[in-house]
């Protein structure tokens, strides 16, 4: 048996960059080196720990669900699915709530990062991370790809598997993130935060046309100086445009610097927007495809969910037994 790898997302809104980056690049990596037995789903339980309007959200699931294909999630090689129809997910979360220390939930940076947004402070919104557990522990997984504001998340999944452990008998590996260092795609008008859905204002979405791109690179913010050089420190927004630069091209960071150096952020700006704009273009033209076939996604995803039930039933009943359930 291959090891295995779980990785989810959120249909709260349109894909960006930093979803592109942080998380499918590595998820469709990891199912073309055909090493891992992969499973990744849509996170729709997760979607509505936030606000929402009902048909909006109907909207963005299809949409995601296209938008994973049409970057090359694929459900011949990768169980591809989505959270509610796999009610095992929502049930392992019951159990793993009862052995969780609910004061570690209410220290949560993301938790708390949510309420001072705006977002109503609900139990489930708390309750996210043990959600997440779920997903990750049904599966047994033992390595999980996301970007680096999951790293929390994944620490706490990895000692709800070392209580439970403990307690009941050895179950569930400890599962390991696998992150890409120092990835974390910044808003593209304020360096200081992370290009997020909430923050719609600063984010490069996969969809968005290539004169949008383009208007959109030119207004993002720069730092003082006119000298194109890679200083996270001294010039975080020049830094963020270069670190999107060099994983969009497969370039490395510094000798796009190095090429850029003296001409300005203007030509800098224009190549970089080019740069996006093609390497998007094949995604481009699958999502247009996909799109006109919402009853062949419903069917991928009804068949990826009964794929992913046959394991996570599985897990769960042995997580039952366990913990004296009959
Ligand atoms: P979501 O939808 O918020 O994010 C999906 C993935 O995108 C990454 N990401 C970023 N990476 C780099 N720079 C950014 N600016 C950026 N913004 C988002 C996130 O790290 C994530 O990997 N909680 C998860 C969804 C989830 C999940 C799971 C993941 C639910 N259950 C089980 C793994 C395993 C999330 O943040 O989704």
């Given at each position: 048996m291959k090891p295995v790898v779980v990785s989810g997302i959120k249909p709260s809104g349109k894909l960006h960059i930093g979803n592109l980056l942080g998380m499918t690049k590595q998820s469709i990596d990891i199912q073309s080196s055909g090493k891992y037995d992969c499973l990744y789903f849509i996170a729709d339980y997760h979607a509505l720990t936030q606000k929402y309007s009902p048909t909006e959200k109907s909207a963005d699931i299809f949409s995601l669900a296209?938008?994973?294909?049409?970057?090359?999630?694929?459900?011949?090689?990768?169980v591809f699915f989505m959270q509610s129809d796999v009610l095992e997910h929502a049930n392992m979360a019951w159990l793993l709530n009862c052995i969780t220390p609910a004061g570690q939930l209410q220290g949560m940076i993301e938790f708390r990062e949510?309420?001072?947004?705006?977002?109503?402070?609900?139990?489930?919104?708390?309750?996210?991370?043990?959600?997440?557990?779920?997903?990750?522990?049904?599966?047994?997984?033992?390595?999980?790809?996301v970007g680096e504001d999951q790293r929390q998340h994944l620490e706490i999944a990895r000692e709800i598997?070392?209580?439970?452990?403990?307690?009941?008998?050895?179950?569930?590996?400890?599962?390991?993130?696998?992150?890409?260092?120092?990835?974390?795609?910044?808003?593209?008008?304020?360096?200081?935060?992370?290009?997020?859905?909430s923050l719609p204002k600063g984010c490069l979405y996969l969809s968005d046309s290539p004169e949008v791109i383009k208007k959109k690179i030119r207004s993002a913010v720069t730092d003082s100086g006119s000298e194109i050089i890679y200083d996270p420190e001294k010039k975080p927004a020049l830094a963020n445009l270069l670190l999107i630069y060099s994983e969009m091209s497969g370039r490395n960071i510094?000798?796009?610097?190095?090429?850029?150096?003296?001409?300005?952020?203007?030509?800098?700006?224009?190549?970089?927007a080019r740069v996006i704009s093609d390497t998007l273009s094949s995604f481009r033209e699958k999502k247009e495809e996909l799109s006109s076939k919402p009853k062949r996604i419903r069917e991928i995803l009804l068949s990826g969910a009964e794929k992913a039930r046959l394991i996570a039933s599985k897990n769960l009943e042995e997580a039952k037994e366990k913990m004296g359930l009959i």
């Open positions: 296209v938008d994973m294909l049409s970057l090359g999630i694929d459900p011949e090689r990768s949510k309420v001072q947004e705006g977002q109503p402070a609900s139990a489930g919104l708390l309750d996210y991370p043990v959600l997440m557990a779920a997903d990750i522990l049904s599966y047994k997984a033992e390595f999980v790809p598997a070392r209580i439970f452990n403990k307690r009941f008998g050895k179950t569930f590996p400890e599962p390991k993130g696998i992150f890409v260092e120092g990835l974390r795609v910044k808003s593209l008008d304020n360096p200081a935060k992370k290009m997020s859905k510094k000798d796009i610097a190095e090429e850029y150096r003296s001409s300005g952020y203007a030509s800098f700006k224009e190549d970089l």
